[in-house]
Every structure is written in C-alpha cells, then in structure tokens.
T-cell receptor, first 113, second 111 residues
C-alpha cells in the first residue's frame, strides 16, 4: 500500500507567476483535500475533491483551483501568486464513508519572492 | 464565525509526567473531533478520533476527552517521553463536514 505522495517537495516562484502542485492519493482512497499551512500556524482548508468534483471549499479566492483525475490523483493550481501564498501545501487523502481520518503527504513548500 | 483555539505557547514538561493539551471551539457543534501529531517539515499524522456521543477515548498512552457542553477537548499523554515532542493539532469537523484545524500546540518533553 503506497502512501500519499506530493510533488515537487520545494519550489520557488516570483510574484504574479502560476504554480501547479501534484498529489497521488493513498491506494483505494477516493477523496482528496488540500490545505495551506503558513509557518507556525495550523493547516487551513482550501478545498476537497470527490469523484472529480469539488466537494467543499474554504475561504480562498478563485485563483486557487484544483482538479481530481479518474485515478483519484489531484492537482492544486494557484494563479497570480502573491507573497502571502508562501506556505507548505498539504494534500490529504481519505475514503468517503470511512472514519474521516486524513492521510497526509509530506507537503510542497512554496516560496514566492 | 467558527473558531478553534489551541494554546499557541509551547508546553514544556519533564519526561515521565502527563502532558495535557487543550482545544476549545466556538459557534458550532462538531459530530467528531480528531487529533493529529505533526513533526517539523512533515505532514500531520492521525492519532485519535472521538465522536460527540463519546466522553473519552484511549489509545496506549494517549487519552482524549470531549465535552460538548464546554465545547472543549483535552488531549493527554501519560508517561511522556522525549520522542513525544512535536506539535499537536486538534481538528473538529466543521458545519460543512470538512475537517478544520486549530493552530496547534508545541509540546517539548525534556529528559
């Protein structure tokens, strides 16, 4: 059983650019959630995908968008990057109808200069 | 608005003592609450889930309580060890059935 994997692990972008982060779910998990974690803070919910559709969204602007693919892997896209977007982006997979436990990847550390 | 509060100050305790961490939430009634452990630079790892109809849950040296009247969960680690040093996050299910996280409390266990 493979765990949640995220790529890239680190990246640096400049303000105004666009970024795509990728996530492969744990085997058998059909739901993916994305979180943003600024330094010293708890993870903030961005959105969740289930069966390729957005299933819930936190308080993030439309320039944060996502996709889920038929194999349940997922992408997070952020357009028009701002300095405050610098954070650890965490992907978590889970099984709909399961216990609700989230299985997290190790995250993608984004730095916006 | 919904709010989750955890003590932002680090908790320093001596090895062998019991660590108690607090999670308070306001303006909603979660069906369940989870606790996670996070090590620096790593993703959170699930520890325990407690439902609204459960007052207490145990797993090895861990104990979680859930008081829906006080809107509070307490997380205890008994016989603490230096390896327990980490940040602990509480995560109640929000009104939209999404897991939302508190800011976490950093625990330091000194030998």
């Amino acid at each position: 059983e493979t765990g949640v994997t995220q790529s890239p692990t680190h990246l640096i972008k400049t303000r105004g650019q666009q970024v795509t982060l990728r996530c492969s779910s744990q085997s058998g998990h059909n739901t993916v959630s994305w979180y943003q974690q600024a330094l010293g803070q708890g993870p903030q919910f961005i959105f969740q995908y289930y069966r390729e559709e957005e299933n819930g969204r936190g308080n993030f602007p439309p320039r944060f968008s996502g996709l889920q693919f038929p194999n349940y892997s997922s992408e997070l896209n952020v357009n028009a990057l701002e300095l405050d977007d610098s954070a650890l982006y965490l992907c978590a997979s889970s099984l709909s109808g399961g216990s609700g436990e989230l299985f997290f990847g190790e995250g993608s550390r984004l730095t916006v200069l | 608005s919904q709010k989750i509060e955890q003590n932002s100050e680090a908790l320093n305790i001596q090895e062998g003592k019991t660590a108690t961490l607090t999670c308070n939430y306001t303006n909603y009634s979660p069906a369940y609450l989870q606790w996670y452990r996070q090590d620096p630079g790593r993703g959170p790892v699930f520890l325990l889930l407690i439902r609204e109809n459960e007052k207490e849950k145990r797993k090895e040296r861990l104990k979680v309580t859930f008081d829906t009247t006080l809107k509070q969960s307490l997380f205890h680690i008994t016989a603490s060890q230096p390896a327990d040093s980490a940040t602990y996050l509480c995560a109640p299910l929000n009104a939209g059935n999404m897991l939302t996280f508190g800011g976490g409390t950093r625990l330091m266990v000194k030998p």
